[in-house]
């Protein structure tokens, strides 16, 4: 949660509250186009020696800003689990998902940047040779979401500071005080200037409008706006959005499997993974008894356990409204409360929404939120087209019939589709 407020010369600040308690965490300077790009400018003069430096010297540095990671691997969990809500268990699994991106870059990069020779014409009596080469972009920007945002920094910014680019991170308004954290470790190093970082609602576009590639996280509205003004000036973006991952019920389904597997899958850390279900799409000759096991399911969901990821709050308090909002919407359009439906503070209670159709924004819109709606539908075929429109990370089939969910994941839009599996809808960023 934050808040803004000027200081005594003028200029704003941003604090930062931990979701669970409400208690203030720390509070950073908003900052504004100008110095934007001036921290642009000083990035860009920065990166020309980095990059003259070698893959083996970038390397160097990036091993010994993991040694530092890992040295203050407790104190970054401990503000990553008061900023977000999780327990310290979930990010202690985070922070490892930082350090695996840097492992891997680490020990890949040579390789992925190494030069190819070609041939440039058949015949052998002709010399000529072409070399592919990659040259990085000067500054990447790195905008990064309230889910996931110490890994999902990491995941962005490691590979461009290994290809020799320098790095903007600016990391959502809501979570930004243990990307602050990490990215102190940098400097605390003596690394080379190429790695930064700027807060608040204004940043976000200047960093668009100043960098020379943006990679860009979170919702598909802002991505939207992010790929238009990124082709205005004619540079590269690269998008993570989130979408509407389903699960599908047949009638031959293990109902009590597919609850308690579907319940887990939307409801794990309240909801807040691009990969949660949020639609489901139950065929119609067992979608009553199919409804009141979800429903037992998530009236229990855990309750063995409240140490547990699955019992987090939301990490955005203006968050919880849109939660509110989908519900209300969907109760005002027709569909039936089986449980839960309402917050107290940021955590929102377990829901099920049973006869819902495509009119509830619920359906269309993302929720990232333990909200589980449920349509019925005819059967496979009448599945297809609301679980493809709009389409999401990943689809969940829950059936006893290995050819129908072939058959199924063949038509299905989504990158990834599971049967009877509940973990495509548990992985984290970079692990899909």
């Given amino acids: 949660m934050l808040s803004t407020h000027p200081n005594s010369a003028g200029n704003a600040w941003l604090t930062v509250t931990s979701p669970g308690d409400g208690r203030a965490l720390g509070t950073l300077p908003i900052h504004g186009p100008d110095h934007v790009r001036a921290v642009t400018a000083a990035l860009r003069q920065a990166q020309m020696s980095w990059r003259a430096m070698g893959v083996v010297g970038r390397v160097q540095w990036l091993t010994r800003f993991r040694e530092w990671l890992s040295d203050n691997r407790d104190t970054l969990a401990d503000l990553l689990a008061s900023e977000t809500g999780k327990s310290v268990a979930a990010a202690l699994r985070e922070f490892r998902l930082g350090i695996d991106a840097l492992d891997y870059h680490r020990t890949h990069g040579a390789d992925f940047l190494g030069a190819s020779w070609q041939r440039t014409h058949g015949n052998p009596s002709v010399a000529l040779q072409l070399a592919i080469t990659y040259r990085p972009c000067a500054v990447v920007g790195v905008v990064s979401p309230w889910t996931y945002p110490l890994a999902s920094t990491l995941l962005d910014a490691v590979p461009a ?184 503070g940021q955590v929102f209670e377990p829901t099920v929404l049973a006869d819902a159709d495509p009119a509830m924004s619920v359906l269309t819109q993302q929720t990232l939120g333990p909200i589980l709606p449920v349509v019925r539908v005819a059967d496979a075929e009448a599945a297809l087209i609301p679980a493809n429109d709009p389409s999401g990370p990943c689809v969940s089939v829950w059936t006893g019939d290995d050819a129908a969910a072939r058959y199924l994941a063949g038509r299905l839009l989504a990158a990834r589709v599971g049967r009877n599996d509940v973990s495509v809808h548990l992985a984290p960023p970079g692990y899909a």
């Fill in 161 to 344: 500071l290994m290809a020799g680019s320098a790095v903007l991170v600016k990391p959502s308004s809501v979570t930004p005080l243990t990307v602050r954290a990490a990215l102190a470790g940098w400097a605390a190093i003596g690394a080379p200037p190429v790695l930064d970082l700027v807060v608040g609602p204004e940043a976000g576009p200047a960093v668009v409008d100043a960098v020379d590639h943006v990679y860009f996280t979170g919702s598909p509205e802002t991505g939207k706006v992010v790929a238009l003004r990124a082709a205005a000036r004619l540079i590269p973006c690269r998008l993570a959005v989130g979408g509407k991952s389903s699960a599908i019920v047949l009638p031959d389904a293990d109902l009590g499997g597919a609850a308690a597997g579907i319940a887990l899958g939307g409801l794990a850390e309240s909801g807040q993974n691009c990969h949660s279900v949020e639609r489901v799409f139950v065929a119609a000759p067992v979608y009553d008894a199919f409804v009141e096991r979800l429903v037992t399911e998530v009236a229990a969901f855990g309750a063995d356990d409240p140490g547990d990821i699955r019992v987090t709050p939301v990490t955005s308090a203006a968050h919880v409204r849109h939660l509110g909002d989908q519900v209300q919407d969907a109760l005002a359009k027709g569909a039936s409360l089986r449980i839960g439906g309402t917050a107290e």
